[in-house]
């Protein structure tokens, strides 16, 4: 299981005010604790304060801050093209492209960059009709994202699905077919793609976030899940993580198992 | 036409844990590829001990005790022996510490284990008397006998290892952590004894093996498994493997039967049994292999010669 820190995004206050200010310490702070939790990348999202133009500044400037301070790679979550690639210029290691959607400009314009920075990809299961309703139009779109990365030449273990999660409490019906559009991307090429969920906003603005948020992780990861941009400072999800490894036969049983998750 | 090969891309390896004193040391572990998969990743060939007790053996058949008639009852003498017949280690039982079989103290044992030290210059693989209670007690003072000789003491358990394990901290030897057939108590042990900060590259893990015909099978899905573990970055599972073939191939009946002529030659038999084991385990991905007949370990060393040999396809 791939675990992608979602911390550092200007939607959080602290995040927001560091990238008025310039001010890098907030930004290494989150990058230290999230690795210390065992963030495998660091999500790195300016939030909808910032203005296009200054974006790419502002993404250069929070991707080199995270790196001096943990070596982590980063997955760059911007919709605006030129941020992404000033991201990606200075980018060290292997990046995540977060994200194209399926409409052919937008494909058009990421996987290439994919491909010039050797980076991994997240293709959203969406287009500009919105979220599909059902696994079926989901599974359609996911679709258009297999071939069109393929025709780049991009590897499926580069390319992660998101089959966009919707909050429980307004589109209760999105989270099982979510689950099904999990199982069945699996199918869709050999070797597979693999997949990859924004955990939290399955319990935004609901009750019981954390026993939300774990419980349904844990059903994706039944589901074949491979990745998650999540919460890792929630040490009961990560405990919930490391149960379903073992109950998944991921990892050999030990009577540690929970301190060796841990620590891996 | 020309076939691709497929080759599996393994992320872990196995530790590689060094024993003994310069020049004369020896590496075991380190692979990187399923045993003998050469153009997978890296193969350690594995390494072989012929073992010596501290007193003449009683339980020893007449066949096995043939080879080293001359030097049954002085372990310096038989230590030698095993160096000359070709052994990388020679693995000293501390038998006679046994409560049941002279109940040796541990400064006797102690003075026996460094005399053997002092007369070879392979490395030393040190077992108790396997008793768990006694090798708590044996085992510290043996370590530091043995100190600066870089050696591999055991065995640990569930129920000894502090004792045991801080020998091996306190003057600088390595450990081997016995499990009783149970991968998920064989990663617990390696937890338990690097939350005392002996480093991981310093335990080698001993499955509790079974021989030819005698469970033999789950040994290997047990070494299996781990070899699996270690190269799929499962760093609890990625110390080598002992096996103490010798100890186990020489209980059963078909080695000890002296009167079955149906069955064959009794030392060929034994032989071959002992051997068979071995080959078989390192098949599944053993590192030790602790012998007790010096023709076993010699037809092992010729097979194992044959599966590091070049791989032709």
Known sequence: MILIGERINGMFRDIREAIEKREPGPVAEWAKRQAQ????????????????????????????????????????????????????????????????????????????????????????????????????DRLTLAMELVANADAHGIPMEDLFIDPLILPVNVAQEHAIEVLETIRQVKLLASPPPRTVVGLSNISQRARERSLINRTYLVMAMAAGLDAAILDVGDAALLDAIATANILLNREVYCDSFLKTFQKR | ??????????????????????????????????????????????????????????????????????????????????????????????????????????????????????????????????????????????????????????????????????????????????????????????????????????????????????????AYSIIERKRLGALTGDRMLAQPVICLVGEESWKIKEAQAEDVPEWGDQTRRAVLWEAMTAVTLALAGGSIFVFRHPESLTRFNRKIDALMGQQVY
């Open chain 2, 1 to 218: 036409m020309s076939v691709e090969i497929v080759r599996e891309r393994w992320k872990g390896k196995v530790y590689e844990m060094m024993l003994g004193r310069e020049p004369h040391t020896v590496r075991v572990g380190g692979d990187t590829s399923l045993p003998f998969m050469h153009f997978e990743g890296k193969t350690a060939r594995p390494v072989t001990a012929l073992e010596v007790q501290d007193v003449e053996p009683s339980d020893w058949p007449e066949v096995l005790r043939a080879p080293f008639a001359e030097v049954l009852g002085d372990p310096v003498a038989w230590a030698c022996r095993c160096v000359e017949v070709g052994a990388d280690l020679v693995a000293l039982r501390l038998a006679g510490a046994h409560p049941e079989s002279g109940d040796a103290g541990a400064e006797a044992v102690a003075a026996t284990a460094r005399a053997v030290a002092g007369a070879v210059s392979v490395p030393l693989i040190v077992l108790g008397c396997g008793v768990e209670e006694k090798d708590a007690r044996i085992l510290p003072v043996v370590a530091e006998a043995l100190e600066g000789q870089n050696c591999l003491l055991g065995q640990a358990t569930m129920d000894n290892y502090k004792a045991v394990v801080a020998g091996c901290l306190a003057y600088g030897h390595s450990v081997v952590a016995t499990s009783p057939l149970d991968i998920n108590l064989a990663k617990q042990l390696n937890i338990l004894i690097t939350e005392m900060n002996l480093p991981p590259e310093r335990i080698a893990m001993d499955p509790s093996i079974g021989p030819l015909g005698y469970g033999i099978e789950y």
């Open chain 1, 37 to 136: 939790a065992g963030a495998h990348y660091l999500d790195i999202s300016t939030g909808p304060a910032v203005a296009a133009e200054e974006q790419p500044a502002i993404v250069e400037w929070l991707v080199r801050t995270a790196q001096e301070a943990v070596g982590l790679p980063c997955c760059l979550d911007t919709v605006n093209p030129g941020a992404m690639e000033a991201g990606l210029r200075v980018h060290q290691g292997k990046a995540i492209i977060n994200s194209t959607s399926a409409d052919q400009e937008r494909m058009d314009q990421f996987f290439p960059l994919a491909v010039r920075y050797g980076a991994a990809i997240i293709g959203l299961a969406m287009n500009e009709r919105g979220v599909p309703k059902d696994a079926g």
